[in-house]
């Protein structure tokens, strides 16, 4: 069994009948997999066999943007820095008034927002981010297209709301960012506590003040080394850990 997100938690659906299907599927189980620690600590109570494997990155692909190559078009002309976010621009995971107070904080900076608008939440409200000059709500890209834009960024943020549904989450584009070599600030997720590879902050002024620290110490050894320590997160890498936990299941 695989739990890779707290679904009861999403709007919309029924949390008690996900629950409880939770529970029968858990309690047939040979081994419950679970992509966050916060996830893995509530599994436990319903399975005697649960490992915690957190999400992973293509990494080999995200290490390209440490090379010479294209960087995405809709970056030209955007005053740096550069401060990037991929993903799904949602109201359910992003903290948009964080966004919105952070672009305003800092109106020399440039903050391309890569992703689909309200993806599974269409009543994601944008206006206010639309409204400021410096946010650059550039659309969706393709997958093997992100390295593109990475490459052409100087940092880049995981700005998610803290609520139900993010207690849980331990986003892919962690390793994402870091096998790019970028420095990284996130609102501090529970699944993230201990990760030193990145920077935390709660507030708008205090991503701005970690933006600059992280701006100021980056240098190409800093991204080279980001990137080789996120590759012991790659799909094969994990894939391994996973095949490991099957076996000692099989021979439990």
Not at 74 to 89: E, H, K, N, W
Request: charged share 25%; proline share 7%.
């Amino acid at each position: 069994m695989s739990c890779v997100d707290d679904i009861a938690a999403q709007k919309g659906i029924d949390a008690e009948s996900f629950r409880d299907a939770e529970r029968r599927f858990a309690a047939r189980a040979d081994l419950v997999l679970a992509s966050s620690s916060t996830l893995a600590n509530r599994m436990r109570a319903l399975s005697d066999n649960v490992v915690e494997v957190p999400n992973v990155a293509d990494t080999r692909m995200f290490a390209q943007a440490l090379e010479p190559g294209p960087v995405d078009a809709a970056l030209d002309g955007l005053s740096p820095p550069r401060i990037a976010f991929t993903g799904a621009v949602v109201a359910t995971k992003l903290d948009v008034d964080l966004l919105v107070d952070l672009a305003r904080l800092r109106p020399e900076w440039s903050f391309p927002l890569v992703g689909p608008v309200g993806a599974g939440d269409p009543r994601t409200d944008v206006s206010a981010l639309r409204g400021l000059p410096n946010v650059h709500l550039l659309g969706p890209r393709a997958y093997h297209d992100l390295p593109a834009v990475l490459r052409g960024v100087d940092a880049a943020l995981i700005p998610y709301a803290r609520n139900d549904l993010t207690a849980s989450i331990f986003p892919m584009k962690v390793y994402e960012y870091l096998s790019a070599g970028l420095p990284v600030v996130a609102t501090p997720l529970p699944a993230l506590a201990g990760l030193t590879e990145i920077a935390f902050a709660s507030d708008a002024l205090g991503t701005a003040e970690q933006l600059e620290l992280e701006l100021a110490g980056d240098s190409p050894a800093r991204r080279a080394e980001r990137s080789r320590r996120a590759a012991a997160h790659s799909w094969d890498a994990r894939l391994d850990e996973i095949g490991r936990a099957v076996a000692a299941t099989e021979s439990r």
